[in-house]
């Protein structure tokens, strides 16, 4: 503080007079900010850079995806032949022929069973395999990835491998000889078996996908709920009925509507395994039926029908699937 003394007109001293020089110090004002957003980060682009983002995926999901679905609708309204032209005009005739051809009915039906043994194996076998790896430590961490290894595989690698195990003087059947068996099962020429050896194949291969998805959402349910349930009194499996299973939904809804697609879909291992037999049809898939009507027979508009009518199939299924299991996520 600095004082300064004053002088009267008169020549007497006036009282000293305090100043405070902080009120004359230079005060730090904040450098005033811009209202315009920077030029480097702009969080909100607004619709014209989120569609320059956008567009080359949306150009490859039209051009891959959008656009051989409606060649194969518009194929499946015509006989097309690459090798006998012309293309004519044929309507739904196609379409209505698939209910009375008896090649396209069998591999309707040993779609459906494949799908159904390959959701319920995968679905079952992924929980039980998440509950007993939903642990800590290295032992268990190596399990995981022994377990994923076969999501990453080629469907084609896997049916090579398994055709080596399971071929009548394969793997499997020189160990059962070993042990005693004289007569071991033909797992891909008997007719009665090679539809299910197909499908535990094809449902070994999802496992590990199953297994990943339900332990993370094993993981993510709070410790809380089991420490209140035990001192509430409930034991392992009431935790589980009442906890772990209701929390466990969302994961039941992704594992079960994906399987279904991956039954639904099947052809890789059915190519590689059985080529469609052992006999006529034995284990032809819907997939396997509409490759072996285009490329073999060259029938491109009937094999276009029966594409669209696997489509329509798999939609259906897959929307009242995911519409009931969405359900049970709201009442768990």
């Known amino acids: 503080?600095?004082?300064?003394?004053?002088?009267?007109?008169?020549?007497?001293?006036?009282?000293?007079?305090?100043?405070?020089?902080?009120?004359?110090?230079?005060?730090?004002?904040?450098?005033?900010?811009?209202?315009?957003?920077?030029?480097?980060?702009r969080p909100n682009g607004g619709p014209g850079r989120f569609a320059l983002f956008a567009a080359p995926g949306l150009l490859a999901y039209l051009a891959l995806v959008l656009v051989p679905i409606g060649m194969t609708a518009g194929y499946s309204l015509t006989n097309k032949n690459p090798f006998n032209p012309p293309t004519r005009w044929v309507g739904l005739s196609n379409l209505t022929s698939l209910f009375s051809d008896d090649d396209f009915l069998k591999a309707l039906q040993n779609t459906v069973v494949i799908t159904v043994i390959v959701t319920l194996v995968t679905n079952a076998g992924g929980l039980a395999i998440a509950l007993l790896l939903d642990r800590r430590g290295w032992l268990y961490n190596a399990l995981r990835s022994v377990f994923f290894v076969p999501v990453v595989l080629s469907a084609v690698v896997v049916s090579v491998i398994w055709q080596a195990i399971l071929v009548d003087d394969g793997l499997l059947n020189s160990m059962l000889r070993q042990l005693g068996v004289s007569h071991p099962p033909g797992w891909l020429s008997d007719p009665s078996l090679a539809l299910y050896t197909v499908s535990w194949v094809i449902a070994w291969q999802g496992l590990g996908f199953c297994v990943v998805i339900y332990l993370a959402g094993l993981q993510g349910i709070p410790q809380e709920l089991h420490e209140a349930?035990?001192?509430?009194?409930?034991?392992?499996?009431?935790?589980?009925?009442?906890?772990?299973?209701?929390?466990l939904a969302p994961a039941v809804t992704i594992n079960t509507v994906m399987s279904l697609i991956g039954g639904f879909k099947?052809?890789?291992?059915?190519?590689?395994?059985?080529?469609?037999?052992?006999?006529?049809?034995?284990?032809?898939?819907?997939?396997?039926?509409v490759i072996q009507t285009a490329f073999n027979g060259n029938h491109v508009g009937y094999a276009s029908a029966m594409a669209v009518a696997m489509l329509i199939l798999v939609a259906t299924v897959s929307v009242i699937a995911l519409g009931w299991l969405q359900k049970r996520e709201v009442s768990a």
């Open 229 to 247: 349930a035990a001192i509430d009194g409930c034991g392992p499996l009431m935790r589980f009925r009442h906890v772990t299973w209701p929390m």
């Open 266 to 289: 099947a052809y890789d291992q059915i190519q590689v395994l059985t080529n469609g037999g052992p006999g006529p049809g034995t284990t032809s898939t819907l997939a396997f039926q």
């Open 1 to 41: 503080m600095r004082i300064r003394t004053l002088t009267r007109p008169d020549g007497s001293a006036a009282a000293p007079e305090a100043k405070d020089t902080a009120a004359v110090r230079p005060q730090h004002t904040p450098a005033r900010r811009s209202s315009r957003p920077s030029r480097r980060f």
